[in-house]
């Protein structure tokens, strides 16, 4: 069986109270938020997958988060590369996906 590729998309969004978070989807289809939370130690990510399933796990960034929501549906395991593209993205926290992370890079199939 050839495996294929498959590009996932993140995307900044508020929601209605005005909240930034990130949206994580594949094609048209949504996979899941990430949220930022300010802890003592610094932001940690967390994961809603959608209606009130949230990840157990906090992530240290929220490229983490992401390679975590790709394991989570078993795409790493079906597909060959998994490239990240990035739509309208403004995140400015400690932790969030940067220039550094050298995005155009990353295949999360190799997560």
């Known amino acids: 069986m050839k495996r294929k590729q498959i590009t996932v998309r993140i995307?900044?969004?508020?929601?209605?109270?005005?909240i930034t978070y990130t949206r994580v989807?594949?094609?048209n289809s949504h996979l899941a938020d990430i949220y930022f939370l300010e802890e003592p130690e610094g932001y940690r990510y967390c994961i809603d997958y959608g209606y009130g399933c949230w990840d157990r796990e906090t992530y240290e960034t929220e490229l983490d988060a992401v390679r975590?929501?790709?394991?989570?549906?078993?795409l790493n395991g079906s597909y060959h590369n998994i490239p990240v593209r990035m739509g309208y993205y403004c995140n400015s926290e400690s932790g969030a996906i940067t220039y550094r992370d050298n995005i155009q890079a990353v295949n999360l199939a190799a997560a």
């Open 25 to 27: 989807s594949i094609y």
């Open 68 to 74: 975590r929501v790709v394991r989570h549906y078993g």
């Open 11 to 18: 995307e900044s969004r508020e929601d209605h109270d005005e």
